[in-house]
Structure formats: structure tokens, C-alpha cells
């Protein structure tokens, strides 16, 4: 096949996500979750806390030139309306640290964990919720609005909330009845503190409402704190397609309107960006049998073309912010890296305004309900000594990175 040159600036990275590497974080939803129980513990995870210069000069050698952070609420607002100024100065000095290895950053606001403090007045489910995240937000901005120019205020809002108030595999734990008997993503485990109640449906639409709100009300409240930043949110695009079955072809255009459309119609327009998210596609009436990573997914990287023509409508430019497999074994990680990046090099070819890729995830980490069994890294961790390993297909990544082109 004939090489792919992409636009010149394209920014080529990889990502990580505050609890999921950090360690040390035990005033969080999740932290309070672990000690009952309801999931695995995180504990010190990748101390990537300590361990950031380290982790980026590994993301230099490897050919990236971007990288994207969260930044923990808990950390940064330990007790409600009072931040912690040490922990500003520390995220500040990760920022300096990409900075001083020409390493791009991008900052997502909230990635999925919540200060013990808002989870038990309701989370985003408490009415002033939408107020109390955009007066996070524009302290964020406020002191960081000088040394980065990319936020997203927040994560996958949609996986958030069906995760936490659908299937009940996440804080708070609500689930609607009759989703045991689903086959869907594998869960970490079923636990008899899940509340299965027929309102859980009506709530998981409100914290949706409440997202959207959410994340409308930051945006403001982050453009008068700070002039010129892009602000935007990152959304998991769960690619919906069928065969030529018309019964099929519908399902798959009211799934798609509703796990992405119905969402990204109350928040595009304050959006500077979007980040796009992909791992996961459903095709109805599909009888392929795919090879599958270590999560039990699909291995289709090329779905990444119609996720990203679908978020084109919204006229705004687009970053793959996440896209990889768990693959302990290095086994398809390259070629799945390499087939991606064709097809986001088609979806350019084809109108859609994409500005970069980052690998999920730079590191292995803490994988949410499934612990640290599922292996995502670009680099691989020693969870018993922190040895970070650099894997042969970041080589693969390096290549493509170096020369802008697959």
C-alpha cells in the first residue's frame, strides 16, 4: 500500500488518566468503592505521581510530540470550595515537564472520579451540580490558562453515565432491571450492593441532562477565566453499522442517535473541539468473526472512519484523544496501530477535520472495574517493582510519528 502523508502539524501522542496511573488518590468515589469492596483497589497503580518525568521522557524517545493529562478533582479540591494550592504547583510542574520535552499538553478537567464531598451530596445528580463543576473548572483554568491551550472539560460522559446508572458496574452502582441478563462489555463483577430499580432509567437520563449542563456551564465559565483557550469534551463514539437488512439499518441509525446525537446536540456548540474516543462498534446483522483483544472486544480499527465522518457534522475540528487495545502480549497492538491510523488518514481524505491521534494509553494502568488485569500500554509496567518496558509496536508508533505518515 502507498504511503499516507498526513497534514503538516499533525500531532502524534499518546494518554493518561489521573487515578488510572497516579496512585495515592483515597478521597474519591472510586477509592471509597475499592475499600468496600465493589472494585478493584488502585493503590499506588503506576506512581506515575512521582514517576511523570521519567514517564514523558519515555514518550519523547518514542517519537511523540503531544500528550494528554487529567487533572484529579479530589486532589485539586479536597473539601468543597477549598483548593489545595500544592496541588496546583504539582500539576504545574507535569505541565512544565511535557513543555520542556516539546511534548503538547492536553488537559481533561474530570476523567470519571469524584471528590468523596460531591459524590455524597449526589454527584451530578445533586441540582447545583452543574455549578459546582464549572467553579472547578474555571480554578483550573485560571492557573493553568497560561501554560496549556487544550482542555476537555470532561470524559466519556455517555460511558459514565451508563456505567454508573445503567449497568451498575461503576459508582454509584445503579442498574436497570434486567441488565444481568445482558452479554454486553464483560463486568468486574456482580455484588449484591447494585441497587436494580426500575427509576435508575429515569435517572440515568437526568445525569445525562445534567452532563450536558455541566459541561455548557464550565465552557463559560473557562473563556472568561482565561483568553484563548480551546475548550472542548472528549466522547466515546460506539460505532453502530449494519449489513443491508433495512430492519438493520435502522436499529443501527436510532442507536447511533442515541448514544452520540442525542448528547452532542446539547453541547457542540460550546465546543472549541471534540475529542473522539473508539474502541467499540456493533454491526446488526453481522456474521464476521473477529479476532479480539484482551477485553473480549472486537479487533475493528477501521470503524474509526465512520465514528469520526459521524461527529464531522458539527463543523468543529476533531483529536482522536483515545484509540488502542489491551494486549498483553504485544500481539496485534502494531498492526492495529497501523490499520487505525490509514483509516483516520481516510476519514481526512474524506472532510473530516482531525488534528492528532493519541494512543489509550501510554502506560498499562488501572483499568477501571477490571484492576490492573487488561493491558493497554505503549509501555509496559511492573506493577511489583514500577519497571516501565517500552514494547516493540511503540516502535511501530514511533515510525509513524517521525514521519508523519503510514
Same mark, same amino acid.
Given at each position: %500500500?502507498?504511503e499516507k502523508?498526513?497534514?503538516?502539524?499533525?500531532?502524534?501522542? !499518546?494518554?493518561?488518566?489521573?487515578?488510572?496511573?497516579?496512585?495515592?488518590i483515597?478521597?474519591?468515589?472510586?477509592?471509597?468503592?475499592?475499600?468496600e469492596?465493589?472494585?478493584?483497589?488502585?493503590?499506588?497503580?503506576?506512581?506515575?505521581?512521582?514517576?511523570?518525568?521519567?514517564?514523558?521522557d519515555?514518550?519523547?524517545?518514542?517519537?511523540?510530540?503531544?500528550?494528554?493529562?487529567?487533572?484529579?478533582?479530589?486532589?485539586?479540591?479536597?473539601?468543597?470550595?477549598?483548593?489545595d494550592?500544592?496541588?496546583?504547583?504539582h /500539576?504545574?510542574?507535569?505541565?512544565?515537564?511535557?513543555?520542556?520535552?516539546?511534548?503538547? +499538553?492536553?488537559?481533561?478537567?474530570?476523567h470519571f472520579?469524584?471528590?468523596?464531598? #460531591?459524590?455524597?451530596k449526589?454527584?451530578?445528580?445533586?441540582?447545583?451540580?452543574?455549578?459546582t463543576?464549572?467553579? $472547578?473548572?474555571?480554578?483550573?483554568?485560571?492557573?493553568f490558562?497560561?501554560?496549556?491551550?487544550?482542555?476537555?472539560?470532561?470524559?466519556?460522559?455517555?460511558v459514565?453515565?451508563?456505567?454508573?446508572w445503567?449497568?451498575?458496574?461503576?459508582?454509584?452502582f445503579?442498574r436497570?432491571?434486567g441488565?444481568?441478563l445482558?452479554?454486553?462489555? +464483560?463486568e468486574?463483577?456482580?455484588?449484591?450492593?447494585?441497587?436494580?430499580?426500575?427509576?435508575?432509567i429515569?435517572r440515568y437520563?437526568?445525569?445525562?441532562r445534567?452532563?450536558?449542563?455541566?459541561?455548557?456551564a464550565?465552557?463559560?465559565?473557562?473563556?472568561?477565566?482565561?483568553?484563548?483557550?480551546e475548550?472542548?469534551?472528549?466522547h466515546?463514539?460506539?460505532? #453502530?453499522?449494519a449489513?443491508?437488512?433495512?430492519?438493520?439499518?435502522?436499529?443501527?441509525?436510532? %442507536?447511533?442517535?442515541h448514544?452520540?446525537?442525542?448528547?452532542?446536540?446539547?453541547?457542540y456548540?460550546?465546543?472549541?473541539?471534540?475529542?473522539v474516543? $473508539? /474502541?467499540l462498534?456493533?454491526?446488526?446483522?453481522?456474521?464476521? %468473526?473477529?479476532d479480539?483483544?484482551?477485553?473480549?472486544?472486537?479487533v475493528? +480499527?477501521?470503524?474509526?472512519c465512520?465514528a469520526?465522518?459521524?461527529?464531522?457534522? $458539527?463543523?468543529?475540528?476533531?483529536?482522536?484523544?483515545? !484509540?488502542?487495545?489491551?494486549?498483553?502480549?504485544?500481539?496485534?497492538?502494531?498492526?492495529?496501530?497501523?490499520?487505525l491510523?490509514?483509516?483516520?488518514?481516510?476519514?481526512?481524505?474524506?472532510?473530516a477535520?482531525?488534528?492528532?491521534y %493519541?494512543?489509550?494509553?501510554?502506560?498499562?494502568? $488501572?483499568?477501571?472495574?477490571?484492576?490492573?488485569?487488561?493491558?493497554?500500554?505503549?509501555?509496559?509496567?511492573?506493577y511489583?517493582?514500577?519497571?516501565?518496558?517500552?514494547? +516493540?509496536?511503540?516502535?511501530?508508533?514511533?515510525?509513524?510519528?517521525e514521519?508523519?505518515?503510514?
Amino acid at each position: %500500500m502507498s504511503e499516507k502523508k498526513f497534514p503538516e502539524g499533525f500531532l502524534w501522542g !499518546a494518554a493518561t488518566a489521573s487515578y488510572q496511573v497516579e496512585g495515592g488518590i483515597e478521597n474519591c468515589d472510586w477509592a471509597k468503592a475499592a475499600r468496600e469492596g465493589k472494585v478493584p483497589a488502585c493503590g499506588r497503580a503506576c506512581d506515575h505521581y512521582n514517576r511523570f518525568e521519567e514517564d514523558f521522557d519515555i514518550a519523547k524517545s518514542i517519537g511523540h510530540n503531544c500528550h494528554r493529562i487529567s487533572i484529579e478533582w479530589a486532589r485539586i479540591e479536597p473539601e468543597e470550595g477549598k483548593f489545595d494550592e500544592r496541588e496546583i504547583e504539582h /500539576y504545574r510542574q507535569v505541565i512544565s515537564a511535557l513543555r520542556a520535552r516539546h511534548l503538547k +499538553p492536553f488537559i481533561t478537567l474530570w476523567h470519571f472520579t469524584l471528590p468523596q464531598w #460531591f459524590a455524597d451530596k449526589g454527584g451530578f445528580e445533586h441540582q447545583d451540580a452543574p455549578q459546582t463543576f464549572a467553579r $472547578y473548572c474555571k480554578y483550573v483554568a485560571q492557573k493553568f490558562g497560561n501554560d496549556c491551550r487544550h482542555f476537555a472539560t470532561m470524559n466519556e460522559p455517555g460511558v459514565y453515565a451508563s456505567n454508573g446508572w445503567r449497568r451498575g458496574s461503576w459508582p454509584p452502582f445503579q442498574r436497570w432491571p434486567g441488565m444481568g441478563l445482558l452479554k454486553t462489555v +464483560p463486568e468486574h463483577r456482580d455484588f449484591r450492593g447494585q441497587e436494580t430499580r426500575w427509576r435508575n432509567i429515569f435517572r440515568y437520563f437526568r445525569v445525562l441532562r445534567q452532563l450536558a449542563r455541566a459541561h455548557n456551564a464550565a465552557y463559560d465559565a473557562m473563556k472568561t477565566a482565561a483568553f484563548g483557550l480551546e475548550v472542548g469534551l472528549v466522547h466515546q463514539v460506539i460505532l #453502530f453499522h449494519a449489513n443491508g437488512n433495512p430492519l438493520n439499518k435502522l436499529l443501527a441509525v436510532i %442507536m447511533n442517535w442515541h448514544w452520540t446525537h442525542s448528547f452532542m446536540r446539547r453541547v457542540y456548540r460550546k465546543c472549541d473541539s471534540i475529542g473522539v474516543n $473508539y /474502541y467499540l462498534h456493533k454491526k446488526f446483522g453481522d456474521t464476521h %468473526m473477529y479476532d479480539k483483544t484482551d477485553m473480549g472486544w472486537d479487533v475493528y +480499527p477501521e470503524g474509526i472512519c465512520d465514528a469520526l465522518l459521524m461527529l464531522k457534522r $458539527y463543523k468543529r475540528p476533531l483529536w482522536v484523544s483515545e !484509540a488502542g487495545v489491551a494486549d498483553a502480549a504485544d500481539r496485534i497492538r502494531a498492526d492495529y496501530i497501523v490499520r487505525l491510523v490509514r483509516c483516520i488518514h481516510a476519514a481526512i481524505g474524506k472532510g473530516a477535520d482531525v488534528r492528532g491521534y %493519541m494512543y489509550w494509553s501510554l502506560l498499562d494502568n $488501572y483499568e477501571w472495574s477490571h484492576g490492573f488485569s487488561k493491558r493497554f500500554g505503549l509501555v509496559e509496567v511492573n506493577y511489583d517493582t514500577l519497571e516501565r518496558t517500552v514494547r +516493540p509496536s511503540a516502535s511501530v508508533y514511533k515510525r509513524i510519528a517521525e514521519e508523519n505518515a503510514c
